[in-house]
Structure formats: C-alpha cells, structure tokens
C-alpha cells in the first residue's frame, strides 16, 4: 500500500476483525476513523445491482463529480475491466479476502491519475455477504478535481491484501506499485453512517 488512506483504514479493521476473517459491521466506528472517512465507501453485495454503493465519502464523489450513492461499484470501471473487477468482489466476499487495487482514470484530453482502491469485507449478523468497506485515495489532487469527473477507472492491479504476491495487469510495473505517493486533499470532518 502506497497511500496513509489505505494504510489507515486497512489497519483500522485489521484491529477491528481481532483475529476473525472480518469484523461485524456494528463493530466500525466512523468516528475513529474521521480523518480518512471523506475517502472511504461502503458497498451493498448484491451482485444483481452491480454492487452499489450504500455510502461514498465526499473526495470520492469528487473524483467522480457526482453523487454515488446508489450507483453499481461496477460502472466506477472501464466495461473490459468490469468482469474482473466482479471477481474480486466476489473473492472479497466468498474468502473474507482484503485486497487493494490500482487504477488509473484519465478524463478525456487530460493528465492520468493514479488512484489506490482498498476492498475490506464485513460482517452482518454472522453473514460475509452484506456489506464491504472501502477506501479510494488519489496520488493527487488534479487541477480538474471538482470540474470533470474522473470517468471509469482502468485496472492496473490486484493483490489480496493477505499475501504478499500482487496480480499486476499488462503494462503495469512493480516500481510503480511501490512509488511513494501524497493524499487526495487534506483530511475533513465529514461522518456518514456506516
């Protein structure tokens, strides 16, 4: 993990699942993770609805320039990438496996944008197939940031996040999974309800 959004958050519930594969979803305190919460989402699994977002922070709306919430998780992505990306979310929920993927958006006619996507699954009532929380942070705050959405994102990585080997795509390098980067913006105080 190359961003303080995803180090953050997947330490956060890495603490919360105590030794479980997950923790229960009553178990995430938004306020404990205040600083980061304008990053994250939280996904409803149901594949039908293309996994929608149940809840999505505001900096993650902003990459996208609009409202998420109800919106399939899927159609975040190019459609060539969509089979995968449903593949990981699956194995999220059927192994009570975390994983980060890479992704790279580019608006048409401007510069590319490296963005970081942890995928963390919880508990409802026993049930891995509920709900998953996630994070999405930026290598950068682009200058199109709030002016043009991000458009659907390519895949340039996936990596369980409990082994050490990634899964790069074609064209992606390993010193660029290792590249030190910044945040989206400056952390603010936004709570919504997991």
């Known amino acids: 993990m190359r961003h303080a959004v995803s180090r ?15 923790p229960e979803r009553n178990d995430v305190e938004p306020g404990a993770i205040r600083g ?3 990053d994250t989402f939280v996904l409803d699994l149901d594949s039908g609805s293309g996994f929608p977002l149940r809840i999505s922070g505001s900096r993650v709306n902003a990459l996208f320039l609009q409202e998420l919430r109800g919106l399939s998780f899927l159609k975040l992505w190019r459609e060539s990438d969509r089979p995968e990306i449903r593949s990981v979310l ?7 496996r975390p994983y980060l993927l890479g992704a790279e958006a580019r608006p048409p006619g401007l ?16 049930s891995l197939h509920s709900r998953m929380l996630g994070s999405l942070a930026a290598n950068a705050a682009p200058q199109w940031l709030g002016l043009v959405g991000a ?3 390519s895949l340039t990585l996936r990596q369980p996040l409990d082994r050490a080997a990634a899964e ?3 064209g992606f390098t390993a010193q ?9 913006l400056a952390a603010s105080p936004e709570s919504p309800a997991i």
């Open 8 to 22: 953050e958050l997947y330490e956060y519930w890495n603490a919360l699942r105590a030794g479980r594969g997950a």
């Open 36 to 38: 980061i919460l304008a």
């Open 90 to 96: 699956d194995d999220v929920a059927d192994r009570s």
């Open 111 to 126: 510069g590319l944008l490296d963005v970081e996507v942890t995928l963390l699954p919880l508990r409802h009532h026993g």
């Open 151 to 153: 458009g659907p994102a």
């Open 168 to 170: 790069p795509r074609q």
């Open 176 to 184: 660029s999974a290792t590249a030190p980067r910044g945040r989206l």
